[in-house]
């Protein structure tokens, strides 16, 4: 069967990049968007160009997912997950572009071991896919040099083994060497190192979230500020958690720092301990009501930058031991869009704003060329939702290998109906199509705001 090369997508209500919506169709070729009209003329197949049509009456059509926080796995844990598995899940949640983190075996912190990633990637992912590099203590050639990267993930705390950068002479010569963006897991790790003595032969997860309490996060957070203040380097705070950096941030952002949050820092608190135990243990950990209240201020007023999900399966079995030999993560790329368009639905933000921070926003914070957008030109990375009806979050549907979540029973809405590829559909109403490949992700010049898409301050309330 040839794959068309053309698809024509009608009926749709369309999120355009000033957040307003066109009632109309869309036309890709092969891997691009190159119309938006209220309506398109069709053109008929010929011998080289096969057209599909797509009926999306009652449908939304948003730019696809870009994920930028996940743990995938491979190599050397596939047990828990591997590219293919996690790919499909992405295809199910509308999620067509991933970054992933540098904790697999062997470690992501060579261009040997990036390249090899890249290469499992081309063989086996459904949607678009980077990789950051890792820091060690001692990599920072591979850190300048390592191409093509997202950038610098520094795990300042909750780590062990080469990974864990803690010391402040390490993290000063990393920020103050070159000038990619460096992403950090901001958590004190001496502080840890010091509650964990504390509160050793507690074994309730609930007490999780007081060894690694937001003093922690604050701390590591401030740190990170400083040293890119000083060398007036591109900062991201990876999966923020707390009110209290939330208002460090408010106080004092400048212009080259972004902060990301996570679905489940937004919805899930210190609760969700009593009814899912060590499921709902990830590393930072869930916080209160106050401190979710807090984050979601920040996020509405564009002092958090975008979503992610730290997609981070772990084996039930493994879940399934006494805290603290348990692991710390979950997973979230199946959920995310639906858990954020619900949040829409029910008045908390707009989908346009829900869009924003996890698409357009993303494209601009990592310089992500012609994603983030419907607009010709842009590539044609596409979800189609269906903001109508209501479905649980249930464990035998997830694909993830892991097989759960924790936002189980959950009823949402906003669930990808059609997720699409460079122009191709990876998933159609419960179906995948396992045959499509993603490209490697390019990072490159600031772009998009030149071509007029709005940062989160200006997207429609
Ligand atoms: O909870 C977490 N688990 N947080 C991280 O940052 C790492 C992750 C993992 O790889 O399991």
């Known amino acids: 069967m040839t794959s068309p090369t053309c698809l024509l997508i009608r009926h749709a209500q369309i999120l355009l990049p000033n957040g307003e919506f066109l009632f109309g169709d869309v036309q890709t070729h092969e891997r691009k968007i190159v119309q938006v009209a209220p309506h398109i003329s069709a053109t008929p197949s010929t011998e080289t160009t096969l057209t599909r049509e797509i009926d999306a009456d009652g449908l939304i059509l948003l730019p696809g997912v870009i994920d930028p926080q996940v743990h995938f796995r491979e190599p050397g844990l596939e047990h828990k997950e591997d590219l293919f598995t996690a790919s499909c899940a992405c295809a199910k949640g509308g999620v067509t572009s991933f970054l992933e983190m540098p904790n697999t075996r062997p470690l992501t912190t060579t261009q040997l071991a990036l390249d090899d990633k890249l290469k499992r990637a081309a063989d086996k992912c459904l949607v678009n896919y980077g990789f950051f590099i890792g820091a060690t203590g001692d990599n920072l050639s591979d850190l300048l040099q390592a191409t093509p990267t997202p950038g610098i993930k520094i795990f300042m705390g909750s780590m062990h083994g080469p990974l864990l950068v803690d010391q402040a002479t390490a993290l000063e ?14 958590e004190d790790q001496a502080r840890i190192r010091q509650r964990r003595q504390e509160f ?13 309490d937001n003093q922690a996060a604050l701390l590591a957070t401030e740190l990170a500020l400083q040293l890119s203040k000083k060398y007036q380097r591109r900062l991201h705070i990876l999966h923020m958690s707390t009110a209290e ?60 930058d975008f979503i992610a999900t730290d997609h981070a399966p772990h084996t039930l079995e493994e879940k399934s031991q006494e805290y603290p030999n348990t692991p710390s993560g ?27 921070w996890m698409s357009t926003a993303v494209a601009q914070g990592y310089n992500i060329p012609y994603k983030g957008a419907i607009a010709p030109g842009y590539d044609a990375d596409l979800v189609l939702v269906d903001l109508n009806t209501y479905r649980l979050v249930r464990r035998e549907e997830l694909l993830t290998k ?12 906003g669930w990808p109906v059609m997720t699409i590829v460079g122009g191709q559909v990876v998933y159609d109403r419960g179906k995948l199509d ?15 705001v030149a071509l007029g898409v709005p940062r989160t301050k200006d997207v429609g309330r």
Not at 330 to 352: D, N
């Open 330 to 356: 979950m997973p979230g790329v199946e959920t995310s869009l639906p858990l954020m368009l619900t949040q829409a639905s029910q008045g908390r933000c707009t989908i346009a704003q829900a869009s924003h």
């Open 434 to 448: 396992t045959r499509v490949r993603g490209q490697a992700l390019t990072f490159g010049e600031a772009f998009s």
């Open 173 to 186: 010569s990393i920020f103050a060497s070159g000038d990619r963006l460096i992403a950090v897991h901001a």
């Open 245 to 304: 950096e939330a208002d460090l941030l408010r106080r004092d952002k400048p212009s080259w720092v972004t902060a990301e949050v996570t679905p489940q820092h937004l919805l899930l608190n210190v609760d969700a301990y009593a009814k899912i135990g060590t499921l709902a243990q990830m590393n930072p950990p869930l916080r209160s009501p106050h401190d979710n209240a807090v984050l979601w201020q920040a996020l509405l007023d564009g002092i958090i």
């Open 200 to 212: 050793a032969g507690r074994t309730d997860p609930a007490v999780h979230s007081q060894i690694q």
């Open 402 to 413: 892991c097989g759960w979540s924790p936002f189980e029973g959950w009823n949402l809405t």
